[in-house]
């Protein structure tokens, strides 16, 4: 079996002349968080609607990264910090992430109506696949 080797590639013309590494890479976070906006996504279910959050392109034979989020938060909430971590970044490029939001929990979502049964949690987990 091969072994994996680390690589150094090094710029031969940087885009920004003058440019410190540092302030490059800055640069490169901020502009990846802003594009990356993610596609969101609702799907009717027997126990309510579950909106879902996609951000990247699905490659394959690649796994994805799948969250869902804590009691009382939605996907921001609960994983934006995470996933802005400047040391996430080389993780996060590789995979398609999907975070799915419970019922009720996407932002602007209405308020429940009266006598609305929220779904337990193995009907919740029954809505992902």
């Known amino acids: 079996m091969a072994e994996l080797q680390e690589v150094q590639i090094t710029e031969e013309k940087p885009l920004l002349p003058g440019q410190t590494p540092e302030a490059a890479k800055e640069a490169e976070l901020a502009a990846r968080i802003l594009l990356d906006q993610g596609q969101t996504h609702s799907v009717e279910t ?6 879902f959050t996609v951000y990247g392109t699905p490659k394959p034979k690649r796994p994805a990264i799948l969250t869902y989020h804590d ?5 921001k909430s609960c994983f934006q910090p995470l996933f802005q ?3 996430m970044q080389e993780i996060i490029q590789n995979f398609v992430r999907v975070h799915v939001d419970a019922p009720g929990m996407e932002e602007g979502a209405p308020v429940f109506p009266l006598g609305y049964q929220y779904p337990s949690l ?4 029954d809505m992902i696949p």
């Open 71 to 75: 009691v009382g938060l939605n996907y």
């Open 85 to 87: 971590f400047e040391d």
């Open 122 to 125: 193995d009907q919740l987990a």
């Open 46 to 51: 027997p126990y309510g609607s579950v909106t």
